[in-house]
């Protein structure tokens, strides 16, 4: 079968594929749109500052998580509350944009990155390389700064990061709003993809909603029976850790955290794989939500790599992993030896995929839309007229706003980066205009189809080393971020689709975003202040962060001593970059993709797999375990159509319950510190 007919079935595909639809029609857009930003969000902002972000702090470095999603419900529940109490009623359109500033005042704020450079700096990984005077001035503090002795915000070697950081936050805000729109116009409006993880927030707000007005109280009966599930849990999960850590060296942990570690215990079995289990109910009420296919393609990717690496490992590709090794360390070796080469080879895979199919759909529509009226071309105009009173402005002005912030980017990547050469100047063009958009709207895609971002790594990393560039001040450059940029603008496509199905006007978000940032940014600085100041970061106290930094900088410094080796030295990159791995994992990706499309898998599959290939298995366990139980009991039991209107709902609630009971635990360790802090 021929290339380009392939790729057609796969587009077609997408419009048709059953699931697709039955995703997106769960919840129907209303057809009169509201203000949602009134007076609530400013005290619901204000009120998540003071409460929620140390609790997030706390979480993040406890558990490697934060309290956003948990806070954001507790926040609607009391305000709802309070609003029954005065004889009013908060709408929907109000619980909606209340939602989105309670998770964006909820996340820990921006500080939290500066701890982690902080930690970076005078990390055992850094040292061991000769790095530790590489460092920018406007990255962090040298390692020596009294700042960091101290442990202090409030020392003049931070004000040069600080304010570096302060004229980020106003670009990528601006970016993240503009971009969002434009990939939800496309993805939303023309392709009618589903957003399956929009229904969540959706639902969630109208069941509260609902409890004040009495009305399908289904809603209602399901959130506060997912309250009380996340209660129960978090009881163990996260409350003793929390109080116990606050009064013992270390903290009791009944579930351990912050994974079941199993690799030292199959070693003999599964040789140089990372094994392990979250323990989380979470995770198996977000199998309820994700699409089945896309579980299902994720649980076949981590089975590709469960089966491939005992055989790399008996044939002496895997050499460099030892038995005894834990998650980290085996992780860290893997990587060495092959996956970072192999990771390239699925990203240049991806990108020609993608590449080829995005040109195949352009051409299709085209050729449509001047054949016929109907169909895909009469989708296409469709998409382009907007709703009245939804909040739209022209794209014509979104793209230049876009265009305005990526030169933006790119001048202040000139302007931080040494010495920039000129073929470095050319390639940071490319990336920042063409590539990070392109990657960006296939990102809005995937979270539409199947609720999820995908991060292609290495472009940027080989871009950098091509170049011939040395220095450090690349990698850590604040203005090119993939992983970031494309959850950031794929995310906004999101909510845009979740303030539709509430009917918020979209200028609502606008307003509580320039609400929130500059909120977030005090309270954290203020916060993040006071816990690092009372206690060192990472230490015994925080086991999540004591265990992953140390494999995120060891990971990293694979990258960045490729500009950094001196003539004739072999640097780690060198030692893990193998272009034949690169060119037959590349070959067998797109081999793979043509036969999933040939056979009629679903697309959600495919994406799938690349998703859970190379992957940890460690949180993908129980997220599988409840994609079958919802498919093979509670689908048949409710209705596919009928579940998939609850399962939001109850997991909204779940986090709800999980948050309260946070929130408790990280209420008493702030206590606990602040009078260990007054007596010492």
């Not at 993240?176 to 116009?185: E, H, N, T």
């Amino acid at each position: 079968m021929a290339l380009g007919s392939i790729f057609k079935r796969r587009t077609k595909a997408i419009s048709e594929d059953a699931e697709l639809e039955l995703y997106r029609g769960i919840i129907e857009v209303p057809n009169k749109f509201e203000e949602g930003f009134t007076m609530k969000a400013v005290v619901g902002a204000l009120f998540c500052g003071i409460v929620m972000i140390p609790g997030s702090i706390y979480l993040s470095l406890l558990q490697g998580g934060n309290m956003n999603v948990a806070a954001s419900w507790v926040t609607l529940i009391l305000f709802a509350e309070i609003a029954r109490r005065s004889l009013t009623t908060l709408r929907k359109q109000e619980m909606i944009i209340l939602l989105g500033v309670a998770g964006s005042m909820s996340a820990g704020g921006p500080l939290g990155e500066y701890i982690y450079r902080q930690f970076i700096i005078g990390s055992e990984a850094v040292r061991e390389a000769g790095f530790s005077q590489e460092f920018p001035v406007w990255y962090a503090p040298a390692a020596d700064s009294q700042a960091l002795v101290k442990r202090t915000f409030f020392h003049r070697d931070w004000v040069f990061p600080l304010s570096l950081m302060v004229g980020l936050l106003f670009i990528w805000v601006i970016r993240s709003y503009v971009s969002g729109y434009i990939f939800f116009r496309l993805s939303s409006d023309i392709e009618k993809l589903p957003f399956p993880m929009a229904s969540v927030g959706a639902a969630g707000s109208m069941a509260l909603v609902e409890a004040g007005e009495k009305s399908q109280s289904w809603r209602w009966t399901v959130f506060s029976t997912g309250t009380i599930i996340g209660a129960g849990f978090a009881a163990i999960h996260s409350l003793i850790p929390l109080v116990t850590g606050a009064l013992l060296a270390r903290p009791i942990t009944l579930i351990p955290l912050p994974w079941i570690e199993l690799t030292p215990m199959f070693k003999g079995i599964l040789p140089a794989v990372a094994l392990g289990v979250v323990i989380d109910l979470a995770l198996v009420l977000i199998g309820f939500v994700v699409p089945f296919w896309a579980v299902m393609g994720a649980a076949a990717g981590v089975l590709i790599t469960i089966i491939v690496n005992p055989i790399l490992y008996h044939n002496g590709v895997l050499h460099t992993w030892k038995e005894g090794m834990e998650t980290i360390n085996t992780q860290i070796a893997n990587q060495l030896d092959f996956w970072f080469s192999a990771g390239m080879g699925i990203a240049l895979g991806l990108m020609l995929v993608s590449m080829i199919q995005t040109v195949t759909a352009i051409r299709s529509a085209m050729r449509e839309a001047k054949g016929q009226g109907t169909g895909r071309s009469q989708r296409l105009q469709g998409g382009l007229a907007t709703p009245p009173g939804r909040g739209d402005f022209p794209l014509k002005i979104a793209f230049m706003v876009y265009i305005t912030c990526l030169i933006a980017t790119f001048l202040l990547c000139y302007w931080l980066i040494r010495n920039p050469t000129p073929l470095l100047i050319t390639f940071l063009l490319l990336y920042i205009f063409l590539y990070a958009p392109m990657m960006a709207y296939l990102n809005a895609r995937l979270v539409g189809i199947c609720g999820q971002a995908v991060q292609v790594p290495f472009i940027r990393e080989g871009m950098f080393i091509l170049s011939g560039y040395k220095g450090l001040d690349v990698w850590v450059s604040p203005a090119i971020d993939p992983q970031t940029d494309a959850e950031r603008d794929a995310g906004q496509a999101q909510i845009f689709r979740q303030l539709e199905l509430t009917g918020t006007r979209f200028w609502s978000e606008a307003k509580a975003r320039a609400l929130t940032v500059p909120l977030a940014f005090v309270f954290s600085f203020f916060f993040w202040s006071f816990v690092w100041h009372t206690n060192a970061i990472p230490s015994p106290t925080f086991p999540y962060v004591e265990k992953m930094w140390e494999l995120q900088v060891r990971s990293n410094m694979i990258m960045w001593s490729a500009t950094m080796g001196a003539e004739g030295e072999t640097t780690m990159f060198q030692e893990a970059f193998h272009p034949p791995q690169i060119i037959l994992v590349c070959g067998l990706t797109v081999f793979a993709f043509l036969v999933f499309r040939w056979v009629g898998l679903p697309i959600m599959f495919i994406y799938g797999i690349i998703r859970g290939a190379g992957a940890f298995p460690h949180m993908l366990v129980l997220e599988i375990f409840g994609a079958l139980l919802a498919k093979f009991h509670f689908h048949k039991k409710y209705g596919a159509q009928r579940f998939l209107q609850i399962a939001p709902v109850l997991l909204a609630g779940y986090m709800t319950g999980a948050g309260l009971i946070a929130m408790l635990g990280v209420a008493f360790a702030l206590i606990a510190r602040s009078v260990s802090s007054t007596a010492l």
